[in-house]
């Protein structure tokens, strides 16, 4: 504990506030030198988030005192100090929906975006950060998460469902959400925080568009109805009825005074926003209608569908003026030019194309997302438009050349909505990984591409000599990494569908891996070639381990079997048959006598290798166990699953001896140090969780951007490994523990 921290706990909370607002004195007396000192002061820092009448949002609040006037008028006012502070203001900005739950992840989430700048003041604020730590804590080795320095500026959590639609309001200052939950939530931008929640729907929240005055707020939802919300008070003015099936698109007039639907019925309809009256219906789709737009004079409106086509109608007369054919796919959204000529749509072919609204012609298609593209937005300029994709991505597009000028990383999941600032200068995207996140469209000097897959990562395995760990994704590949540096030193290429398991073989020479496509491929490490392919399952290899002594190894399948196949010979030796559901996991005892599996089916099984006989079934979890580990002794072994829980198992009497809480998500993996003193699990929420196996107390916890979904322990039981669904691996350093 440092002499500052010491201190400040002996002072009463008047003086422990006098200290904590000591940058807004400095700031307001020009003290530039002092003001500077005290924002990069970890202990400083630290203090303010951790004090209940302060936390990181009022800290934050501190860094914007840089552009005050009496710290500009200072002489030794420094461009590039500034840019230090504007660091770790970001850096702060970027963790604080982290901070707010659990602030003992502070040096940790500085470490994990800051350790790769070579700035001074940084580096001996993270030192500062790693001596203070005297409880047991989980420090990245590398910088994987998101740099300060980025695009990304802000997350928004607290959505309890995917988002489906996002909005924002004229001034730029709140953002509305549309959820799975049948809500909508109010969001401040500058503090990230949750202002409203908005309940009425009785079915998910598809669609959302402002009033031109931006008071109030229309939803559209799966429950066939339109609402409209006054955003200051959050009451539900009017409910709109008429479509027969979900409404999935709203869009308003220029005027303010009507406001267009589109529906799974495949039609489009003109309300009346005073008397809520169902001014027109527009039939002509043959299928669900996804999208709607109005041309800036308001007398068109161009409408997307699931029969792949846009249409664009007259919006006195309710005639459809022209259909636009083009996509394979159907057409997901649309986005109107400012100038009114042109119209962008966005479909499940995975492009996007810029139709000429007077010709009908399609004058250029955007090639660049692997998936979907769910929702577009034009910059107010018009120069620009905006992609979201469920391939996890959103992307920048020169309107003009048709150009890819920059891809977005951050979300987890697909992006299902995206809007602009009204200054053209930020968007949010919505996705089904709960969050809204905050984007800067002027790219950030460090948009770092880190190093790791292009998909999630499955499946973790270290070598014997603990000096590298190998990587298996839904990208196809393998990749070993050197666990001291975290560099990537070899991709093995060559599957023909998604690694699911990996296993390294004990003598490190070789790597299996279990695949998409119901095969085993063996590798050599040394060289990268492909040597065996173990053919016999009905489904998707899910989970692998040897034997200890290496001349066999077990797999797991989706096809509810595990298989014992003879390494040498490629010959399947044993089928295990008794799970109802699929095998997600598998374990030897140290003997290597006995394997235990872990199933979708909620249970657990010990099985004699030797045999084949079903010895024991587990019954505890209530829901699909993910993962098991046994053990050094061989007496235990834990399980995680998908109820969100690990729990410790007595091998001998099949007694459920210590159950885990604390994930708010499925558990995926789990594995235990050397010394069989603590055990590791990873979950969907995003979390990597240190527990005490003995007491079943959770020790640290370190959380990243995207859900985990395997993680490994080195054998000096200090390092950790773990894989996430963005593609990025983690290494982590167990401390003071």
């Not at 603990?466 to 298996?472: C, E, M, N, T």
């Not at 399980?639 to 690990?646: A, E, I, N, Q, V």
């Amino acid at each position: 504990m440092s002499s500052f921290t010491e201190k400040f706990a002996q002072l009463s909370l008047s003086d422990q506030r006098t200290i904590l607002i000591d940058p807004r004195v400095k700031a307001k007396i020009g003290k530039w030198k002092a003001f500077y000192k005290r924002l990069t002061d970890f202990d400083f820092i630290d203090a303010k988030v951790n004090h209940s009448d302060f936390g990181v949002h009022s800290l934050i609040e501190d860094y914007d005192l840089i552009n005050d006037s009496e710290l500009l008028n200072n002489p030794e006012h420094n461009p590039e100090q500034v840019k230090t502070l504007k660091l770790i203001q970001g850096a702060l900005r970027l963790s604080a929906h982290i901070l707010e739950k659990d602030k003992m992840q502070l040096a940790g989430q500085l470490w994990g975006r800051m350790q790769h700048f070579a700035i001074l003041e940084i580096q001996a604020m993270l030192k500062v950060a790693k001596q203070q730590q005297i409880l047991p804590c989980l420090r990245p080795l590398i910088s994987n998460l998101v740099s300060p320095a980025g695009s990304l500026l802000l997350t928004l959590t607290g959505n309890s469902s995917s988002v489906y639609a996002v909005a924002v309001t004229p001034n730029g200052k709140q953002v509305i959400s549309g959820l799975w939950d049948n809500t909508l939530k109010l969001w401040n931008l500058k503090t990230g925080e949750d202002e409203r929640t908005f309940y009425g729907h009785s079915d998910r929240v598809i669609a959302l568009a402002l009033t031109v005055d931006g008071k109030q707020v229309i939803s559209g939802s799966g429950d066939n109805t339109l609402k409209l919300w006054n955003l200051e008070t959050g009451e539900n003015e009017h409910t709109f009825y008429g479509h027969s099936r979900w409404v999935t698109a709203i869009a308003v007039t220029p005027d303010g005074k009507q406001v267009i639907s589109g529906s799974g019925d495949n039609t489009l309809k003109l309300w009346n926003l005073e008397t809520g009256e169902d001014e027109r219906t527009f039939k002509g789709h043959s299928d669900s209608v996804t999208a709607v737009a109005v041309t800036p004079d308001g007398k068109q409106v161009i409408s997307a569908s699931w029969d792949n086509t846009l249409k664009l109608w007259n919006l006195e007369t309710g005639k459809n003026d022209h259909t636009f054919y083009g996509h394979s796919d159907l057409v997901r959204a649309i986005a109107v030019t400012p100038d009114g000529k042109h119209v962008i749509s966005a479909s499940l072919d995975n492009t996007l194309k810029l139709w000429n609204l007077e010709t009908g012609e399609d004058e250029r298609i955007f090639h660049g997302h692997s998936d979907w593209v769910n929702a577009v937005a034009l910059t107010p300029d018009g120069k620009h438009v905006i992609s979201a994709s469920l391939d996890n991505t959103l992307k920048l597009w020169n309107l003009e050349t048709g150009e890819d000028e920059h891809t977005f990383y951050g979300h987890s999941d697909s992006v299902n909505a995206v809007a602009l600032t009204p200054d053209g200068k930020h968007m949010i995207s919505g996705s089904w990984d709960k969050t809204l996140k905050l984007w800067n469209l002027e790219t950030g000097e460090d948009e770092r591409i880190f190093h790791g897959h292009s998909d999630w990562v499955n499946a973790v395995a270290l070598t014997p000599d603990g000096k590298h760990v190998i990587s298996g994704s839904w990208d196809k590949t393998l990749k070993l990494w050197n666990l001291k540096t975290g560099k990537d030193e070899r991709t093995f290429q060559g599957h023909s569908s998604s690694v699911y398991a990996v296993a390294v073989t004990p003598n490190g020479k070789q790597v299996i891996s279990g695949l998409g496509d119901k095969t085993l491929r063996l590798w050599n490490l040394e060289t990268g070639e492909d040597e065996w392919t173990f053919q016999g399952h009905s489904d998707r290899v899910t989970a692998l381990a040897f034997t200890p002594d290496g001349k066999q190894v077990i797999s797991a399948s989706g096809d509810k079997t595990l298989r014992l196949w003879n390494l040498e010979t490629g010959e399947d030796e044993r089928t295990f048959q008794g799970h109802s559901d699929r095998v997600t996991a598998v374990a030897f005892t140290p003997d290597g006598k006995q394997v235990i599996s872990a199933s979708g089916d909620k249970t657990l099984r010990l099985w004699t290798l030797e045999t084949g006989k079903d010895e024991w079934t587990f019954h505890g979890h209530s829901d699909s166990v993910n993962a098991v580990a046994l053990t050094p002794d061989g007496k235990h072994m834990i399980s995680g699953s998908g109820d969100k829980t690990l729990k410790l198992w007595n091998l001998e009497t099949g007694e459920d001896e210590l159950t885990f809480y604390g994930h708010n998500d499925r558990v995926t993996a789990v594995a235990l140090t050397p010394n069989g003193k603590q055990v590791i699990s990873v979950s969907w929420d995003n979390t990597l969780k240190l527990w005490n196996l003995e007491t079943g107390e959770q020790i640290a916890t370190f959380t990243a951007e995207a859900q985990f979904y395997c993680c490994a322990v080195a054998a000096d039981g200090m390092t950790i490994v773990a894989g996430e669904s963005s593609g990025r691996v983690h290494f982590l350093r167990l401390e003071n523990v």
